[in-house]
Nanobody
């Protein structure tokens, strides 16, 4: 099974930017579609963005559309989440997830592997 490690979280002021990275182990990167989710303590994990296996189709939650961009680099076995115009309500632990198959999914149940998460804090 693929193993995922997220990096790039941190503290940023409102209006700033961060880029999260998700490094995947193994040689099976091309078999997966990918997603980013986030979670605030005491709440359910929330869908943020997803990309299909080929990288040709992306999907975003309404709350981040136009501000966040998901992408993938097969040569580096890495998935990215570029986050611009950050808001305090974007504060959460962000998780990368891998899904076997070609299409993306916006539900947590659709993913087979998860990273450990990286904290993003946006100050006002």
């Amino acid at each position: 099974q693929v193993q995922l490690v997220e990096t790039g979280g941190g503290l940023v002021q409102a209006g700033g930017s961060l880029r999260l990275s998700c490094a995947a182990s193994g040689r099976t990167f091309s078999r997966y579609a990918w997603g980013w989710f986030r979670q605030v303590p005491g709440t359910e994990r929330e869908f943020v963005a997803a990309i299909n296996r080929s990288g040709g189709t992306t999907y975003y939650s309404d709350s981040v559309k136009g501000r966040f961009t998901i992408s993938r680099d097969s040569a580096k076995n890495t998935v990215y989440l570029q986050m611009n115009s950050l808001k305090p309500e974007d504060t959460a632990v962000y998780y990368c997830a891998a899904r076997s198959g070609s299409s993306y999914d916006y539900t947590t149940a659709g993913y087979d592997a998860w990273g450990q998460g990286t904290q993003v804090t946006v100050s006002s």
